[in-house]
């Protein structure tokens, strides 16, 4: 076969390579050279290898908020993913009543995300919040600035109510592209509610609900400004979670290196995981 | 096993009764008797598929009542009818095995293990489902997925009927073949009552005893293959039944003969009544043929003739009127001249488009 040399090709693609090379390959080298010097102002450096990795990797500070974070993750997926199948089970399927429900649905995924911060901030402060005052009112002492189970509840309510729908509008889309005979010949079968979810419903489910999960893995695991807004990180550490000690670092203390450092370790902790549970998932979806 | 009897029924989709043009079903009355095998046949639309899901529960007819076996089953579900439907596309439950499909509807129905599992031996024997039973039942091609659908409403030993929505519409034309053979060797061996919705004429007259032809919410005709073929008790059915479909002609009757544009015949002898309505001659391609010396044939013109293979067809013009003659490979076809012949017992006669018994010509 005759092979055509003709280097045009190379000119065809630079204009995507130089849109990839400077949205994403350049910041990230970038970081990637921070994480390797000790910077101390302009103009004024030290190369010093893996050093700020090898802090990253012992700080207890991080440690603290690596585990705070995976129990936050943890939870949230605990929580939305039951609750948003269970939701979209009870959807209206058609009509005008499926538009609404959709709308409805969806309104906490049109706010700006400090928005919501502001929002849960406000609702659930004890003096002047609705959801505080009821909370306190009912004689269950609840105060989010002073203590870290409270911080904690507001935090997981307001993902729950954030981010939920989203799990909502897959799994409804999922249950909505099951065809009618299944349901059908599942009456003939003369299976119980509970059978036509279990064999019928989550089986088609599988592949939405492995994007909603890693979705909101991938999201909570990286959550700053909700939180931030709300608590601030506090009381104390206790909702400091991995992207606002981050920012404490890069920002707060000016501390580069070591917030890209931590930053670089971030990522890849974060892709590790969304692979691992794909893998998982994928598996299971399969046996 | 049951016989299952509809009476008056009337559908409408929307719950409202009071235009009949507007209806899926108009007023039917049926008896599918036990142990029959029966196609439902029709055109898209004509609500074949609205009788079989009322028949099976699915759908609550607006009108009219279901009866299995005298008993009047028209308010119960599906799962209380004791009825399997085997639908156009498979369903399976993709996360079991072919042997926990089949188990199934008897695990729901608390049957004792120890006979679900022979039971779900038999009906795979019976299947050739044995040798995959322990394999994941969505890794399978169309056939054995159909095929594990029907399974599904043989193991149960009580089952009034099985209902069949088009089921072979994903299968390929060989398997089709084998498969439909399956059916009938079941329905031989078992005596179950098979209603078996079809738009294709050729799947409904080769599986069934009894054909039922539904055109636009009405039944037509019932009848075996032959009568539908030989004669076609409504216009409807000569149009949709053969290929191509009967010729019809529209006449009248003067003087003891069937006029029509560009000839004339004898009228029956047996035509007691003078009938009233719109009169139409109906005859099948294979009625016609190029005339020898008989006295009673018809000039007409040759337009085109189409190879068929074993035979041709030709088209053919009798004053204005186009028909289609059946005719054999080395039949010699006069360009200029042609007389054609009809055959009197293939010669139906239809006033508003309902034959006339007793009316050869």
Redesign the interface.
Known sequence: MLKIEDNRAWFLILPVFLLVAFNAVIPLMTVVNYSLQDIFGPGQRAFIGVEWFRETLRDPAIHAAFLRQILFSGLVLAIEIPLGVAIALTLPRGGWKASAAIVLVAIPLLIPFNVVGMIWQVYARPEIGFLGQVVNALGIPFNYTGDPLSAWVTILMMDAWHWTPLVILLAYAGLCSIPEPYYQAARIDGASRWAVFRYIELPKLNGVLTIAFLLRFMDSFMIYTEPYVVTGGGPGSSTTFLSIRLVNMAVGQFDLGPAAAFSLVYFLVILLFSYVFYTILQRAGRA | MAEITVSNLRHSYDGDLSDPARLALKGIDHVWRDGGAYALLGPSGCGKSSML?II?G?VRPTAGRVLFDGRDVTEL???QRN???V???P?L????TVEQNLA??LR??RVDPGRITRRVREVAEMLDLGPMLGRRAAGLGAAEKQKI?LG??LVREDVAAILFDEPLTVIDPQVKFDLRRKLRLVHETLGLTLVYVTHDQSEALTFADQVVVMSEGEVVQVGTPEELYERPGHTFVGHFIGSPGMNFLPCALEGGRIVFDGGSLPAPRGLAARPGGALVLGIRPHGLGPATDEAEAVPARLIDVEDRGAFRIAEIAIGGNRLRMRVGERDWLPADGLRVAFRPEATLLYANDRLLEDAHA
């Open positions: 899901n099976s699915l579900g599906p799962e009825i399997a439907q639908f156009q596309f369903v439950y993709d996360t079991m199934f509807p729901n129905r659908s599904r409403g």
